[in-house]
């Protein structure tokens, strides 16, 4: 029995609230269940250095968290003077799952930068960061079609992720945070719209773990991404 | 006329909402008009190297702004390696002002964090935050007291903090940003629920101005704070 | 009794030698008691970034403390890699009160950096440099007049600043460190020399004060800031 | 037809040098084809301080790459002052395959440093370092068995790496520079001996691909790594 | 002939001001022509953790430049975050110096750092540093003699140091700054009050110089030395 | 007796091998014995800012040592953020040392950067570092004479150098770890192809040393750097 009482293949209760700040040109509050992410997708004008005179724009994203978005209070990065490894790693991983289905020569030379602040963590932040940008991302194109910046949308499919693991023996949908401390396995999935693969990172907790096992994991993460990218089509209207 | 069409001695509408973060031991999501600042106030055992074995704790605050709670994106601190001189300042008027109705013996050897972490910004988030903290405080002192860590109230007072300026040659209590970014001068007052002053910071921005109109902004002040004296009052039952 | 037996309203013995780095624009050693501060002004051609192309000039300060000026040796800012942001607040007041009594476009696009370096501190660091850094400024922007590189005198005021408080339960002027360290509260004043308010930073240290503590430091500052704006017109010539 | 003119199926030549630095405990190094990693294992009595006293060891990786390893000079990282985010999440991926076939607790309170230095980059340096890697700890460990530290073997199985990826449409086996670099998809395997799943890596660079695709590459890592986990036999001899 | 028409053997006016710190154990303002250099030595209870235990103290030096000790105004290293190269050059140069005459035994488990920082910069701030230092530190370590913290005193000998090198082809003794800059090679030597070497750092500027050249500036530096040692007997008392 | 059982002017085994790295525009495996240095030359179009459009180019040198190249493992400096003090001072050393023989307006405007990664150090790595150097550079700017980037050649003179020291009472020649870490002085000699001095850095570490002894050492250097120099023009063809 998993401690949320869920079977196996259901996910937390999702919400995706859009245009939750009053500045950014696309926003989403995202939750799975306890876990709780502000998402602000941020025009800007110009691209980074290594893009400039290329007639492409880029999408970029940054990932933090609040100090006591867990059990016990973390230590400010800000504070601290550096990012952690683990949070490089979850901003890159942002990053490169939403320029995976942007068309960047629409954008033209204009740069998108997704911020992923996490208020609150249960598990799963970075999932549901991918999952809840692509909301705010979506948004901020929408209004640079509107605007008439660009006439191209640039949006070619969604993007969603989940992650999934053997808990207690037990492939599982949607790890929470007393399951992820435990998994033997996890995995984390970003598929787009149609169902193609923009990333897998799958890691051997405790043990390796079979390819059988694997092959559970992944079509669990399917049907999740499946039910997400339909919350996803609801919230943009 | 002011921008809101406010009377020149009237707040914004201000919000105190309790236990927003299942985790901290106190929380509070504070609101003055479209300025947003969620704080925790967290528990720790122990307290910092300077204060070992001194049979005392403390209070101490970190603040921090998300990169879009701003008109234009603001880079972010944790990525830049430092907090700003602005951060700073802020931050350690934050841990004064809560120190100030502190009984900081009757906590024993234990420390409480406070994270003032800006959602958005409209002018007045250093106020705010000093108005949530007291209330993320006295939440986190009561936890302690009915867990029976400590057996005294350490709390001696309340403390709360209002901004004012001079507008187009108008003394005007609680600043929006539009205000503030063209107030010829600006003042924060930090005062006890008792009326007692616990840090004023004055600026002439434009030009000096004269006493007069500082205690003008002091009358000012002291109404507001009034009123957000009673807001706390009600927030904490 | 005050530990230098000074009567409440009286200064430490106040010097202002200028001239006394043989490269700065301006310079000045200026002393309360036994605190020292040396004082230079640079003269930059440019401005920064944010002021580029606007047809105005910047002047900027900066505050550091030699690692043996306090009775125990600090740590070397430059060793450690960061400033404090006890330093960061008073660089960021000391640039504030001189841009508060200079006309910027009279500068045309030039920086005028003031270095203020604490030799020994005995209490009131920050208000001697505010003091011996207008005397720098008026002799760089003297320089700037005699050169011909401007022709209208960009200084508008004079600017010095005192600080007050309550020590033993009375108010008293130009706090040295061990009156400073005991204080009950105490305040910063930056004024004009016509007497206008440039900053005030009042802080309840041990307990709330009254406001009519704090008019009664006020006035304290008016006096003493009258005798510095004097010994500063006698250093200048 | 691939650049190298290998088949899709057919690794670079792979070579595994032991006991190519005179100080460390263990040590390799690793060639894929044109890339070099040294690999050095170092031995430590105590352990991180989240681990005291626990009654366990701990197994570490750190990674860098010479400043000319690559076709032009990348800047130093030590002299840029921070490590770059890819380096961290592949040196966090290397720490995590060695533990994960390392009884830790067979350690003692020790730990064991692994450094992996690139001194020339040709694509694939994250599994090159992986496979040498557990070259250097399986010598590592055997000093200490053989030295008497530890009684029982702490090396639970082997552990190797190699990279694939859809090149022109055509899934292919252990990457190199040029294919990489124009890779349509590409995926990290990290395998045990006994063919478990340590952990996966799999990126759509410019699309999404398919699960199929995946398979296959999956099918190309299994039978590469099996040759690789040979070569590892014969050089710990 | 030199800029400031000196002979060549002759070095610029030098003067030992001590007790210019009213809290540092030892201190000197040391002046060689328009180079002036603050000098405090400061007593810790206690050594630095590579030495604990071990029954032996320390003395270690910083050294700084203020921002406008140079003609044009450099960048202050705090604010830069982090020291130069030539600034850990020579301060470890003067710890170095300092330590070749200290028995390091017979200060007991205490540390004295030595802190130089440069109030106006015209050529040899390093030699002018340790000169002054070896004063500071001699004040220092009395001052621990006459309050009974140690019996023996720790100072072996003198030492003192001096910059000379080729200018317009001419050897020339104590190089100021205008010399410094167009040297075609310029060597400092540390040498002990007994005439011994404790360190030279010879440096061809321009071009490679030859070993009669060389032999001619040490033959230099032997006579400045020698008056420095009896300057730094004069002003101990 | 050395520990190595070398006559007292008898160097290490010394070898020099090119063209170790496939990108580099120059590069030299040195070895002085046990000590290894991997050195490479990079061409950069363009020159640091300081020397933008003053037509000529740059030399730089960097230098770092594999956290296990000693006998037990330092710290990565990429890790701890910075470059320690005796880093930055060897590469600033060597980075003078190849100024010092090029004819820096015959490179164009161009940077040359010298990369020294020390992979097993045995002592004398600054040495073996700088002799490697100038071999990588003129294979570096013979490349860039090949390709008809310059028509002069801008090497001057060769360069190389070699540590010497006092040890148990006798002057030796290349000083291997063990008797570094326990001369009683060393000296470290950079010399040219015509024997004329480019650096001399001389250091008691014990004691004070007599001049008679600073002339053995440089008498042994001049051999030493005489067999070097043949070796060096063996290696470059």
Redesign the interface.
């Known amino acids: 029995m998993r401690p949320s009482e869920r079977l196996a293949d259901v996910l937390r209760p999702v919400t995706l609230e859009t245009k939750v ?4 040109e696309g ?1 989403c509050l995202v939750t799975f269940g ?1 876990t709780k992410v ?1 998402v ?1 997708a ?1 025009l ?1 004008e110009g691209v980074p250095p290594f893009l400039r005179g290329k007639g492409q724009g880029w999408v970029t994203a ?1 990932y ?1 968290m ?8 973390g230590r ?8 952690s ?5 979850i ?2 991983l942002i990053g ?1 799952s939403m320029r ?1 289905v942007v068309d960047l020569k629409a954008l033209g030379e204009r740069q998108i ?1 997704i ?1 992923c ?1 996490v ?2 963590a249960d598990g799963g932040t970075r999932t549901a960061a991918i999952t809840g940008a692509w909301v705010a991302l979506r948004l901020a194109t929408r209004y640079m079609l509107d605007e008439g910046l660009i006439t191209k949308d640039p949006i070619l ?1 969604q993007v969603a992720a989940i992650s999934c693991g053997v808990f207690e023996g037990v492939p599982v949908l949607d790890l929470e945070y007393e399951e992820d401390s435990n998994a033997e ?1 996890d ?1 984390n999935f970003v ?2 719209g ?11 907790e405790k ?5 059988a096992e ?1 092959e559970t994991l ?1 079509d669990l993460a399917r049907k999740g991404i499946g039910e997400l990218v339909e919350l996803q089509k609801a919230a943009v209207g």
């Open positions: 700040n009053r500045y950014a926003s306890h502000l602000t941020s800007d940054e933090g609040l100090p006591r978005a867990t059990h016990t209070r400010r990065e800000a504070a601290q003077g550096k990012q490894g683990r949070t490089q790693e901003q890159r490169r995976a930068s911020d602040d208020l609150q499919d396995a995995a598929l787009t149609s169902g193609d693969i923009v990333e897998i990172q799958a890691t051997g043990r390796g773990f079979t390819r694997f992944f």
